[in-house]
Nanobody
């Protein structure tokens, strides 16, 4: 199995910053994409940012210029630096990876348990 453990959520005032981190562990052969999704109350889960194993990053339009995603392939970790946070960024943030387990021929999607980010004064 592949486990994803997130940390770094919390309460922050508008304009503030937070950094989310996620570590993947288990019988991993290879991790392809890693990223972050979020889900606000009453809304569907949406992509925030994703980064390939080569380091190519893509962002949702709503976070471009404010959020930065990075990863450490040696440690199987992905970070999301969130600056200039807005109330509309409030959501549960989920870590995601597409990974192949040792002995498997297929890559599958795996999800973390989610971490709450609340932006409020």
């Amino acid at each position: 199995q592949v486990q994803l453990v997130e940390s770094g959520g919390g309460l922050v005032q508008p304009g503030g910053s937070l950094r989310l981190s996620c570590a993947a562990s288990g019988n991993i052969f290879r991790i392809n994409a890693m990223g972050w999704y979020r889900q606000a109350p009453g809304k569907e889960r949406e992509l925030v940012a994703v980064i390939s194993s080569a380091g190519t990053a893509n962002y949702a339009d709503s976070v471009k210029g404010r959020f930065t995603i990075s990863r450490d392939n040696a440690k199987n970790t992905v970070l999301l630096q969130m600056n200039s946070l807005k109330p509309e960024d409030t959501a549960v943030y989920y870590c995601y990876c597409n990974a192949m387990k040792i002995g498997s021929m297929f890559s599958l999607a795996y999800w973390g348990q989610g971490t709450q980010v609340t932006v409020s004064s």
